[in-house]
């Protein structure tokens, strides 16, 4: 059965830095194009970065661009999403989702699993 496990969410203040893990079981990430998304109270989830299966190519939406990182750990089938500089406007659920294709893609939709979601709070 395919899963995605989240953590790392919590509160941290103005500045300070998160490292979200998504871990899955039953396939295969490496395999997959894998997709970090958000979602604030009240507003449309959206995306936030992506990662490509052939060459690792990344894409993050100018809101994240040079603050957040995401990366992918073969060995233990897990993708992370590294965010520093964190802004109160980065509160939101957070989520990680898998595409059965080789790119990635900042469109809800194109996405097949997801994990539960894990909340993020930047709050002082």
């Known amino acids: 059965q395919e899963q995605l496990v989240l953590s790392g969410g919590g509160l941290v203040q103005p500045g300070g830095s998160l490292r979200l893990s998504c871990a899955a079981s039953?396939?295969?990430?490496?395999?997959?194009?894998i997709g970090w998304f958000r979602q604030a109270p009240g507003k449309e989830r959206e995306g936030v970065s992506c990662?490509?299966?052939?060459?690792?190519?990344?894409h993050y939406a100018d809101a994240v661009k040079g603050r957040f990182t995401i990366s992918r750990d073969v060995a233990k089938n897990t993708v992370y999403l590294q965010m520093n500089s964190l802004k109160p406007e980065d509160t939101a659920v957070y989520y990680c989702?898998?595409?059965?294709?080789?790119?990635?893609?900042?469109?809800?939709?194109?996405?097949?699993?997801w994990g539960q979601g894990t909340q993020v709070t930047v709050s002082s």
């Open positions: 989702a898998v595409r059965a294709a080789l790119w990635g893609s900042d469109a809800a939709k194109d996405y097949d699993y």
């Open positions: 039953g396939f295969t990430l490496a395999e997959h194009a």
């Open positions: 990662i490509a299966t052939t060459d690792n190519s990344t």
